[in-house]
């Protein structure tokens, strides 16, 4: 009697189901004569984060909400595994899951899309944009501290028409997501990382599954992209050095360089731009890097910074 088909888990979005689709794809290329692979179907699940829309994430409890009620699947056995954006993973995993795998990475960049200017830097005075990340409004009004930084929730297109229906004059989104829409035409300007650091594991897909899923672990293993996971492992080992919430601004990109080294940016900031502590290290071992760098940018900061007040 042949194993059931697997079932994938994830939440409901245009974005969310492309991605899921994306992991599917791969797995059935991967496993082309196998039932359970070629027979599998995706489960959607609302989550906490997708139901609540109009406040910031720090407010109804992180970004960690788009994962929750997935993880809660996978523990209920509803689901074999779930399809998850790694920057809205928390730091740790919960009791008896796993990160399986992590696809290979998309753009990790930022862009921006405006109706007034090509450039943050070309905005009128004033100018207001749109984003929930604290990350990025810190990294905004580092830039530009005259500029207007206000909530932006909810899917690829709510955000856009927003846009355009003239309630902000610019909005911040991750390349990643609008290229996997075919929608990367749309961005006015695609910010260097030296405007605009990522957030940690940002561009990345990851599948979780249960510890004790040793049949699922060994179909995820095969999508697994090594260089992706070499530096993920870096990025959240950083995140979990500087113990951070979901209201600090925190950016985090590794890249493995051709001599096989990592090479980690790392910034932290205050909510309102200033102060901000920027560094880049390199190191061979993920996990050292991460910590060791964190240990860096905390160094920097000084023992009072984590007290600074948060943008209302």
Not at 61 to 73: D, H, N, S, T
Request: glycine share 8%; charged share 20%.
């Amino acid at each position: 009697m042949n194993p059931p088909p697997l079932r994938i888990g994830t939440r409901g979005s245009v974005l969310a189901l492309t991605q899921a689709k994306l992991a599917l794809s791969l797995l059935q290329e991967a496993f082309p004569n196998d039932p359970s692979v070629q027979n599998a179907s995706l489960v959607i699940i609302t989550t906490t984060g997708d139901r609540i829309k109009d406040r910031p994430l720090f407010e109804i409890g992180g970004k960690g909400l788009f994962a929750k009620e997935l993880e809660q699947a996978l523990q209920a056995k509803e689901i074999d595994f779930a399809v998850h954006c790694l920057k809205d993973m928390e730091t740790l995993i919960s009791p008896g899951l796993m990160l399986a795998a992590t696809l290979k990475r998309e753009d990790a960049r930022d862009v921006l899309l405006s109706t007034k200017a090509r450039t943050l830097e070309a905005l009128p005075p004033k100018s207001v944009v749109g984003t929930c990340a604290p990350r990025r409004v810190a990294q905004i009004l580092h830039q530009r501290p005259d500029l207007i930084c206000v909530p932006l929730r909810g899917n690829v297109d709510s955000r856009i028409r927003k846009l355009h229906e003239g309630q902000m004059d610019a909005i911040i989104l991750a390349l990643a997501g609008l290229r996997r829409l075919g929608r990367e035409d749309e961005a006015t300007y695609i910010f260097p990382e030296s405007e605009m650091l990522p957030a940690v594991g940002q561009g990345a897909l990851t599948l979780e599954c249960r510890q004790d899923d040793i049949r699922v672990q060994s179909y995820l293993a095969a999508l697994n992209h090594a260089e992706t996971e070499r530096c993920i492992t870096a990025e959240r080992a950083l995140l979990a050095g500087l113990q951070g919430s979901c209201r600090t601004p925190i950016g985090g990109h590794a890249t493995l360089q051709e001599d096989g080294l990592l090479h980690l940016e790392a910034l932290i900031a205050s909510p309102t731009g200033t102060p901000l502590y920027r560094t880049v290290q390199v190191g061979e071992d993920p996990l050292s890097l991460g910590l060791s760098t964190a240990k860096i940018l905390n160094d920097l900061a000084g023992p009072g910074f984590w007290d600074l007040p948060c943008v209302s």
